[in-house]
């Protein structure tokens, strides 16, 4: 069975400052990795997924993550955050054998941008 | 681009009724997720559905029920409701045969009076 960590349940960073949300996943097959973001009283939007391939992957609004396989991770960071990214983001898993797709996620972070 | 549509928005239903949540997919999308997300909570997998056969089972009450129709999109229901039951009910669509893209409605408000 897979589960996600979200090492961070609150972080707090002032406007401009760089910020990473950690993220951690176990699985015993190989996964596919997606990061969503929920803003207040709304639904999930899709920020980026890992499928295979470049190990750093850029998504919207700016945001990249990087799938490290030793360290079974898939942080997100962004260089330079703006008030409008306050929000909650989620890490989420899927595994692509034995024909279940469905998304296993973590407790989530929620980003407070501070001007 | 077309995205993934719930009906209705907000729902309000008191104790022991029941309740019918639609989701229609994006265009093409032959497979349909459902999740809860409880307040402060994440979201959890309830059930899913591939060309209209279920695919797989969360951890959804046995006092709810699902289906995928012929037009792909995909019922809810959910009787004997509870408190409890009280959350946001996302639906996903995607393009199946391991294609593992995930579009997330707007979800469904259910508040249970």
């Known amino acids: 069975a897979q589960s996600v960590t979200q090492l961070d349940s609150q972080v707090p960073v002032f406007e401009e400052a760089p910020v990473e949300l950690r993220c951690n996943y176990s699985?015993?097959?190989?996964?596919?990795l997606f990061w969503y973001v929920q803003y207040p009283n709304q639904g999930l939007q899709l920020l980026l997924k890992?499928?295979?391939?470049?190990?750093l992957v850029k998504g919207i609004n700016g945001f990249e993550a990087e799938f490290n396989k030793s360290q079974t991770s898939f942080h997100l960071r962004k260089p330079s955050v703006h008030i409008s990214d306050t929000a909650e983001y989620f890490c989420?898993?899927?595994?692509?054998?034995?024909?279940?797709?469905?998304?296993?996620f973590g407790k989530g972070t929620k980003l407070t941008v501070n001007p | 681009a077309a995205g993934v549509i719930q009906s209705p928005r907000h729902l309000i239903k008191e104790k022991r009724e029941t309740a019918t949540l639609k989701c229609y997919p994006i265009?093409?999308?032959?497979?349909v997720y459902w999740y809860q997300q409880g307040p402060g909570q994440d979201p959890q997998f309830l059930i899913s559905?591939?060309?209209?056969?279920?695919?797989d089972k969360g951890s959804i009450p046995d006092r709810f029920s699902a289906q995928q129709f012929s037009d792909y999109h995909s019922e809810l229901n959910m009787s004997s409701l509870e408190l409890g039951d009280s959350a946001l009910y996302f639906c996903?669509?995607?393009?199946?045969?391991?294609?593992?893209?995930?579009?997330f409605g707007p979800g469904t408000r259910l508040t249970v009076l």
């Open positions: 989420a898993v899927s595994d692509h054998q034995g024909g279940s797709e469905k998304l296993v």
């Open positions: 890992y499928l295979s391939g470049s190990t």
């Open positions: 265009p093409r999308h032959d497979t």
């Open positions: 699985s015993s097959v190989s996964v596919y």
């Open positions: 559905f591939y060309e209209k056969m279920q695919s």
């Open positions: 996903a669509s995607s393009l199946g045969g391991g294609r593992p893209g995930r579009y």
